[in-house]
């Protein structure tokens, strides 16, 4: 029979994303609904090897499930790649009498998890946040609708200045080495092109299009690039490769960066965090550990966290049916 966890201590870690706050909001309310002491740790795993660590109550996480950013605050640990580190860690977890962990961040902060879980014997749920979206065992991650939104929102401005002189924009986002955001966005904005990782349109063919594009009476335009994508130029390069071979066109290049990550989380996300701080402790509770909470087809799911690291997380190709399309 599974033994319910006493005290259960939740942690950020890596990229922050829109929607970490309602998660945070969601383990610490959960816990307090069954009677399990919680604890927040400060500056993700380096605040665990730091003990960094104070109780949360119910009334400690008031008024934050519309903040962006993690009032945990988050960090990449080099310490916690080390054995010592982690062995300082669990140190610190046991002291206070802390018998179970959970994550909420990217597939590096799972496999951190993974490894603690595997040395220490302390059971571990990984939430998944943020918003690349690039994590198998989800159709969503925590942060991702909101910076969906935050770069259409953003591009939809670039596009008014784009058409007023007549311009091209690069627009560079995030994303990682997923196309998620760029393949998104770009069809909400109505990019006339999308260059993603996961499909290597090719210099030709972009030059090729944006010549058509011209022909057929388009006087500005939007070509939005993931930054992880393959072409081989990155966008400042890629805009000057544009603006030699096609003179016709002014050329501008923005990149959006890290006004992507912040800002209140869209109803989606705040709502997504909440099932998922809950299904993280159910879990527990009912003795799961070393697995990542997710949604497939609007339901909670869970997928070990080996799986959800080593797994890839598609795009879906028919959107790229769908951009072509809708470019013409
Ligand atoms: O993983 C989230 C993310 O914002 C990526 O899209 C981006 O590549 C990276 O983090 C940027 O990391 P940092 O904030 O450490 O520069």
Request: with cysteine.
């Amino acid at each position: 029979m599974a033994v319910k966890p006493k005290h259960i201590a939740v942690l950020t870690s890596g990229g922050d994303a829109p929607g970490m706050n309602a998660a945070i909001r969601s383990v610490v309310r959960s816990c307090s609904h069954f009677n399990i002491k919680c604890s927040g740790v400060y500056r993700g795993y380096q605040g665990l090897i730091e003990g960094d660590i104070r109780t949360l109550d119910a009334r400690s996480v008031n008024n934050i499930i519309n903040k962006g950013g993690t009032k945990l605050k988050s960090a990449r640990s080099l310490d916690f790649h080390e054995k010592e580190g982690r062995a300082k860690a669990s140190e610190n977890l046991k002291n206070l009498d802390i018998d179970a962990l959970i994550v909420i961040g990217g597939d590096g902060s799972f496999t951190g998890g993974m490894i603690f879980e595997r040395e220490h014997k302390i059971p571990v749920i990984g939430i998944p946040g943020t918003i690349d979206n690039d994590i198998f065992g989800t159709s969503h991650t925590i942060g991702y609708d909101t910076a969906l939104n935050t770069v259409v929102e953003a591009i939809d401005k670039i596009r008014d200045t784009a058409i007023s002189h007549n311009r091209l924009f690069f627009v560079e986002v995030m994303g990682r080495d997923a196309g998620h955001i760029a393949l998104n966005v770009g069809i909400g904005a109505g990019a006339e092109e999308i260059l993603i990782p996961e499909e290597n349109l090719g210099l030709n063919r972009l030059l090729e299009s944006l010549r058509r594009s011209k022909k057929s009476g388009k006087s500005s335009s939007i070509v939005v690039v993931a930054e992880g994508d393959k072409i081989g130029k990155n966008v400042f390069e890629l805009a000057q490769h544009i603006e030699q071979n096609l003179p016709d066109y002014e050329v501008r290049v923005s990149v959006l960066g890290h006004i992507q990550r912040g800002g209140t989380p869209s109803c989606f996300d705040r709502v997504l965090a909440s099932r998922m701080g809950l299904k993280a402790v159910e879990s527990l509770i009912d003795g799961v550990s070393a697995h990542m909470v997710g949604i497939q087809n609007g339901e909670m799911i869970l997928t070990p966290l080996n799986k959800a690291i080593k797994g890839k997380s598609e795009i879906k190709r028919e959107l790229i049916r769908v951009s072509d399309i809708m470019t013409l």
